[in-house]
């Protein structure tokens, strides 16, 4: 049975409590706070689904299976750490940051463009969009990744776009669509940010 300690705590959700692995620094452990079961169900079997037929996992973080710890049962997975070490930012803590936006938007959009082009490209399929269920990991150099980190499944009552590359790849579109209307609407006020989804919502239409 695994400890986590509060020292341990990197970051909360609504949903759930993300903390370091206590003996694998590449890992994390997710327990759920608040709310039912029925996220991480539906998480978990969209999981199982893409381990039958994903070969590319270069854009997600990874699901190693539930463990017993004394804040009751978490789920593992791959934790996304910087090339310095520290664990990435999402991008929503990017966005938020008015030092760090303008080093990254570049980065942060290119990479984004990529991560929704290998999306459609496997047909993976998340609930919707959120800046903060997005992490920019950083490199030695201005060319970070995106990984998703939270979200990824199908709560259709026929997940007809998880099999369907047609269908899956107009619904991926649609949530893209989706995730710059909630930039748009979370952050009226900012216009670094408004510029942000600005250039975003073209990279995406041409790239
Ligand atoms: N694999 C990961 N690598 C790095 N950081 C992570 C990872 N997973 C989660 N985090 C951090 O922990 C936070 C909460 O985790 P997560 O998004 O899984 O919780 P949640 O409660 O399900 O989220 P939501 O509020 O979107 O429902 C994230 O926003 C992020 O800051
Ligand atoms: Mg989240």
């Not at 381990?51 to 017993?68: Q, S």
């Not at 929704?116 to 997005?134: A, D, E, G, H, V």
Request: hydrophobic share 35%.
């Amino acid at each position: 049975m695994l400890n986590l300690s509060p020292d341990l705590l990197i970051a909360r959700g609504y949903h759930r409590e993300c903390y370091q692995h206590p003996e694998d620094k590449d890992r994390c452990v997710k327990i759920v706070v608040h709310g039912g079961t029925e996220e991480t169900r539906r998480e978990q079997a969209y999981y199982r689904l893409l381990e039958k037929r994903l070969g590319d996992w270069r854009g997600i973080a990874r699901f190693h299976g539930n463990v017993d710890s004394n804040l009751g049962s978490g789920a593992v997975f791959d934790l996304i750490r910087d090339q310095d070490n520290s664990v990435s930012r999402t991008v929503s803590q990017y966005l938020e940051n008015p030092e760090l936006l303008p080093l990254h938007r570049e980065g942060i959009i290119r990479a984004l463009v990529k991560f929704r082009n290998y999306q459609l490209k496997n047909n993976i399929q998340t609930m919707s969009l959120k800046p903060w269920n997005f992490v920019y990991q950083l490199n030695h150099d201005t060319r970070g990744k995106i990984y998703l980190i939270d979200s990824l499944g199908n709560a259709d009552f026929i997940p007809i776009c998880s099999f369907s590359v047609f269908f899956g790849q107009r619904k991926i579109r649609r949530k893209w669509l989706k995730f710059i209307r909630l930039l748009e609407q979370h952050y009226p006020g900012s216009d670094s940010i408004q510029s942000f989804t600005c250039q975003l919502k073209t990279a995406l239409t041409t790239g």
